[in-house]
């Protein structure tokens, strides 16, 4: 086909659909965000008050040890 060819678009769309329908979608990346936490209920989160217990952000890989650290409140 040449690349001006009309039917171009429609082939296009449909191969799009086969994607969205038929590919799972995996994430590849990962955005750091700074989260607030509230310690009403558990302690031990990450804060800059107590940087040992790690840097206030989530993180697919290492998100297991901050909730392992934490604490229920009395």
Same mark, same amino acid.
């Given at each position: %086909? @040449? +690349? #001006? #060819?009309?039917?171009?678009?429609? +082939?296009?769309?449909?191969?799009y659909a086969f994607i969205v329908e038929e590919v799972p979608f995996i994430p590849l990346v990962q955005t750091p965000r700074i ?8 302690? &031990? ?8 217990? &790690?840097?206030? %952000? ?6 297991? *040890?901050?909730? *392992?650290? +934490?604490? @229920?409140? *009395?």
């Amino acid at each position: %086909m @040449k +690349l #001006d #060819d009309p039917e171009i678009p429609e +082939l296009v769309a449909e191969a799009y659909a086969f994607i969205v329908e038929e590919v799972p979608f995996i994430p590849l990346v990962q955005t750091p965000r700074i989260m607030p936490f509230n310690t009403t209920h558990w302690t &031990g989160w990450p804060s800059a008050m107590e940087p040992e217990s &790690g840097i206030p %952000m989530h993180s697919w890989s290492t998100t297991h *040890q901050m909730i *392992q650290a +934490l604490e @229920k409140t *009395q």
